[in-house]
Nanobody, 116 residues
């Protein structure tokens, strides 16, 4: 059974940090490209960050560049998103996404709320 399970979300003050994790099972994690998406209330889902299978190549949305870091540990079947200098506009549900060709999987999401 394929599973992507996000964790690490929560409530944080502006300027704070959170580290999201995405644990994978049921498929060959190391073969899949991985992404983090987010969706704020009333807005479309947007791509936040992407990482290749080796972890050597990453890409970020302009809105998070310099503040967020995506990484993966293929030995642990886990992807991470380190989020620093959080802003209220980062408030959203964060989803992990795995894809290989036409096969893709979504996690259930984890809520991140940035508020004082």
């Amino acid at each position: 059974q394929v599973q992507l399970v996000e964790s690490g979300g929560g409530l944080v003050q502006p300027g704070g940090s959170l580290r999201l994790s995405c644990g994978a099972s049921g498929f060959t994690f190391s073969s899949y490209l991985m992404r983090w998406y987010r969706q704020a209330p009333g807005k479309e889902r947007e791509l936040v960050a992407a990482i290749d299978t080796t972890g050597r190549t990453t890409n970020y949305a302009n809105s998070v560049k310099g503040r967020f870091t995506i990484s993966r540990d293929n030995a642990k079947n886990t992807m991470y998103l380190q989020m620093n200098k959080l802003k209220p506009e980062d408030t959203a549900i964060y989803y992990c996404y795995a894809f290989l060709g036409s096969t893709n999987y979504w996690g259930q999401g984890t809520q991140v709320t940035v508020s004082s």
